[in-house]
T-cell receptor
């Protein structure tokens, strides 16, 4: 079992819809969490950090549930340009090592 | 461009050959990371440096892989006697690390195809 698990998708969503996906992590020692976005054959780019209190950045909302060990990403009013793979990342250890999920592919359709 | 730069961006090599990738981090970033990513997977950690010191190496980093960061600036990742299983994107990232953590910035990656 991978330490950080995501549904690979793809999620096919019409433009303007709301989409949400979760990510689970198995190591309770994980300290911080992030969502990265990766376009096809490009490098990952930080989308947002995830805080226990939940945080919002425009159309994107991220939440962390430490008790159940999952994090979520909600995208409202989805745009065609949101089509990408979304990678969930947990950080742990004294060296703050990043543990990556395999990503969830999102396809926004017109 | 003041981001992380990697060279070459694409490399096709024959099995058994050696390849070397270079990474130039963002200026004054003290940490430099190497990751490997294959299609449909997230990045896998290979190694990282804090300044010139290599602080951690993944078990994925076999004896054929070596990384250096002389003088704590640019870094090289060398793969000796390449195998087809080495085909992947090799990502370099850098950060300015404090005790509270850091934000990691990735380069565009170096694609390796071993034929």
């Amino acid at each position: 079992r991978k330490e950080v698990e995501q549904d690979p998708g793809p999620f096919n969503v019409p433009e303007g819809a709301t989409v949400a996906f979760n990510c689970t992590y198995s190591n309770s020692a994980s300290q911080s969490f992030f969502w990265y976005r990766q376009d096809c054959r490009k490098e990952p780019k930080l989308l947002m950090s995830v805080y226990s209190s939940g945080n919002e950045d425009g159309r994107f909302t991220a939440q962390l549930n430490r008790a159940s060990q999952y994090i979520s990403l909600l995208i409202r009013d989805s745009k065609l340009s949101d089509s990408a793979t979304y990678l969930c990342v947990a950080r742990r250890g004294s060296n703050y090592q990043l543990i990556w999920g395999a990503g969830t592919k999102l396809i926004i359709k017109p | 461009d003041t981001g992380v730069s990697q060279d070459p961006r694409h490399k096709i090599t024959k099995r058994g050959q050696n390849v070397t990738f270079r990474c130039d981090p963002i200026s004054e970033h003290n940490r430099l990371y190497w990751y490997r990513q294959t299609l449909g997977q997230g990045p896998e950690f290979l190694t990282y440096f804090q300044n010139e010191a290599q602080l951690e190496k993944s078990r994925l980093l076999s004896d054929r892989f070596s990384a250096e960061r002389p003088k704590g600036s640019f870094s090289t990742l060398e793969i000796q006697r390449t195998e087809q299983g080495d085909s992947a994107m090799y990502l370099c990232a850098s950060s300015l690390f404090f005790r509270s953590g850091d934000t990691i910035y990735f380069g565009e990656g170096s694609w390796l195809t071993v034929v």
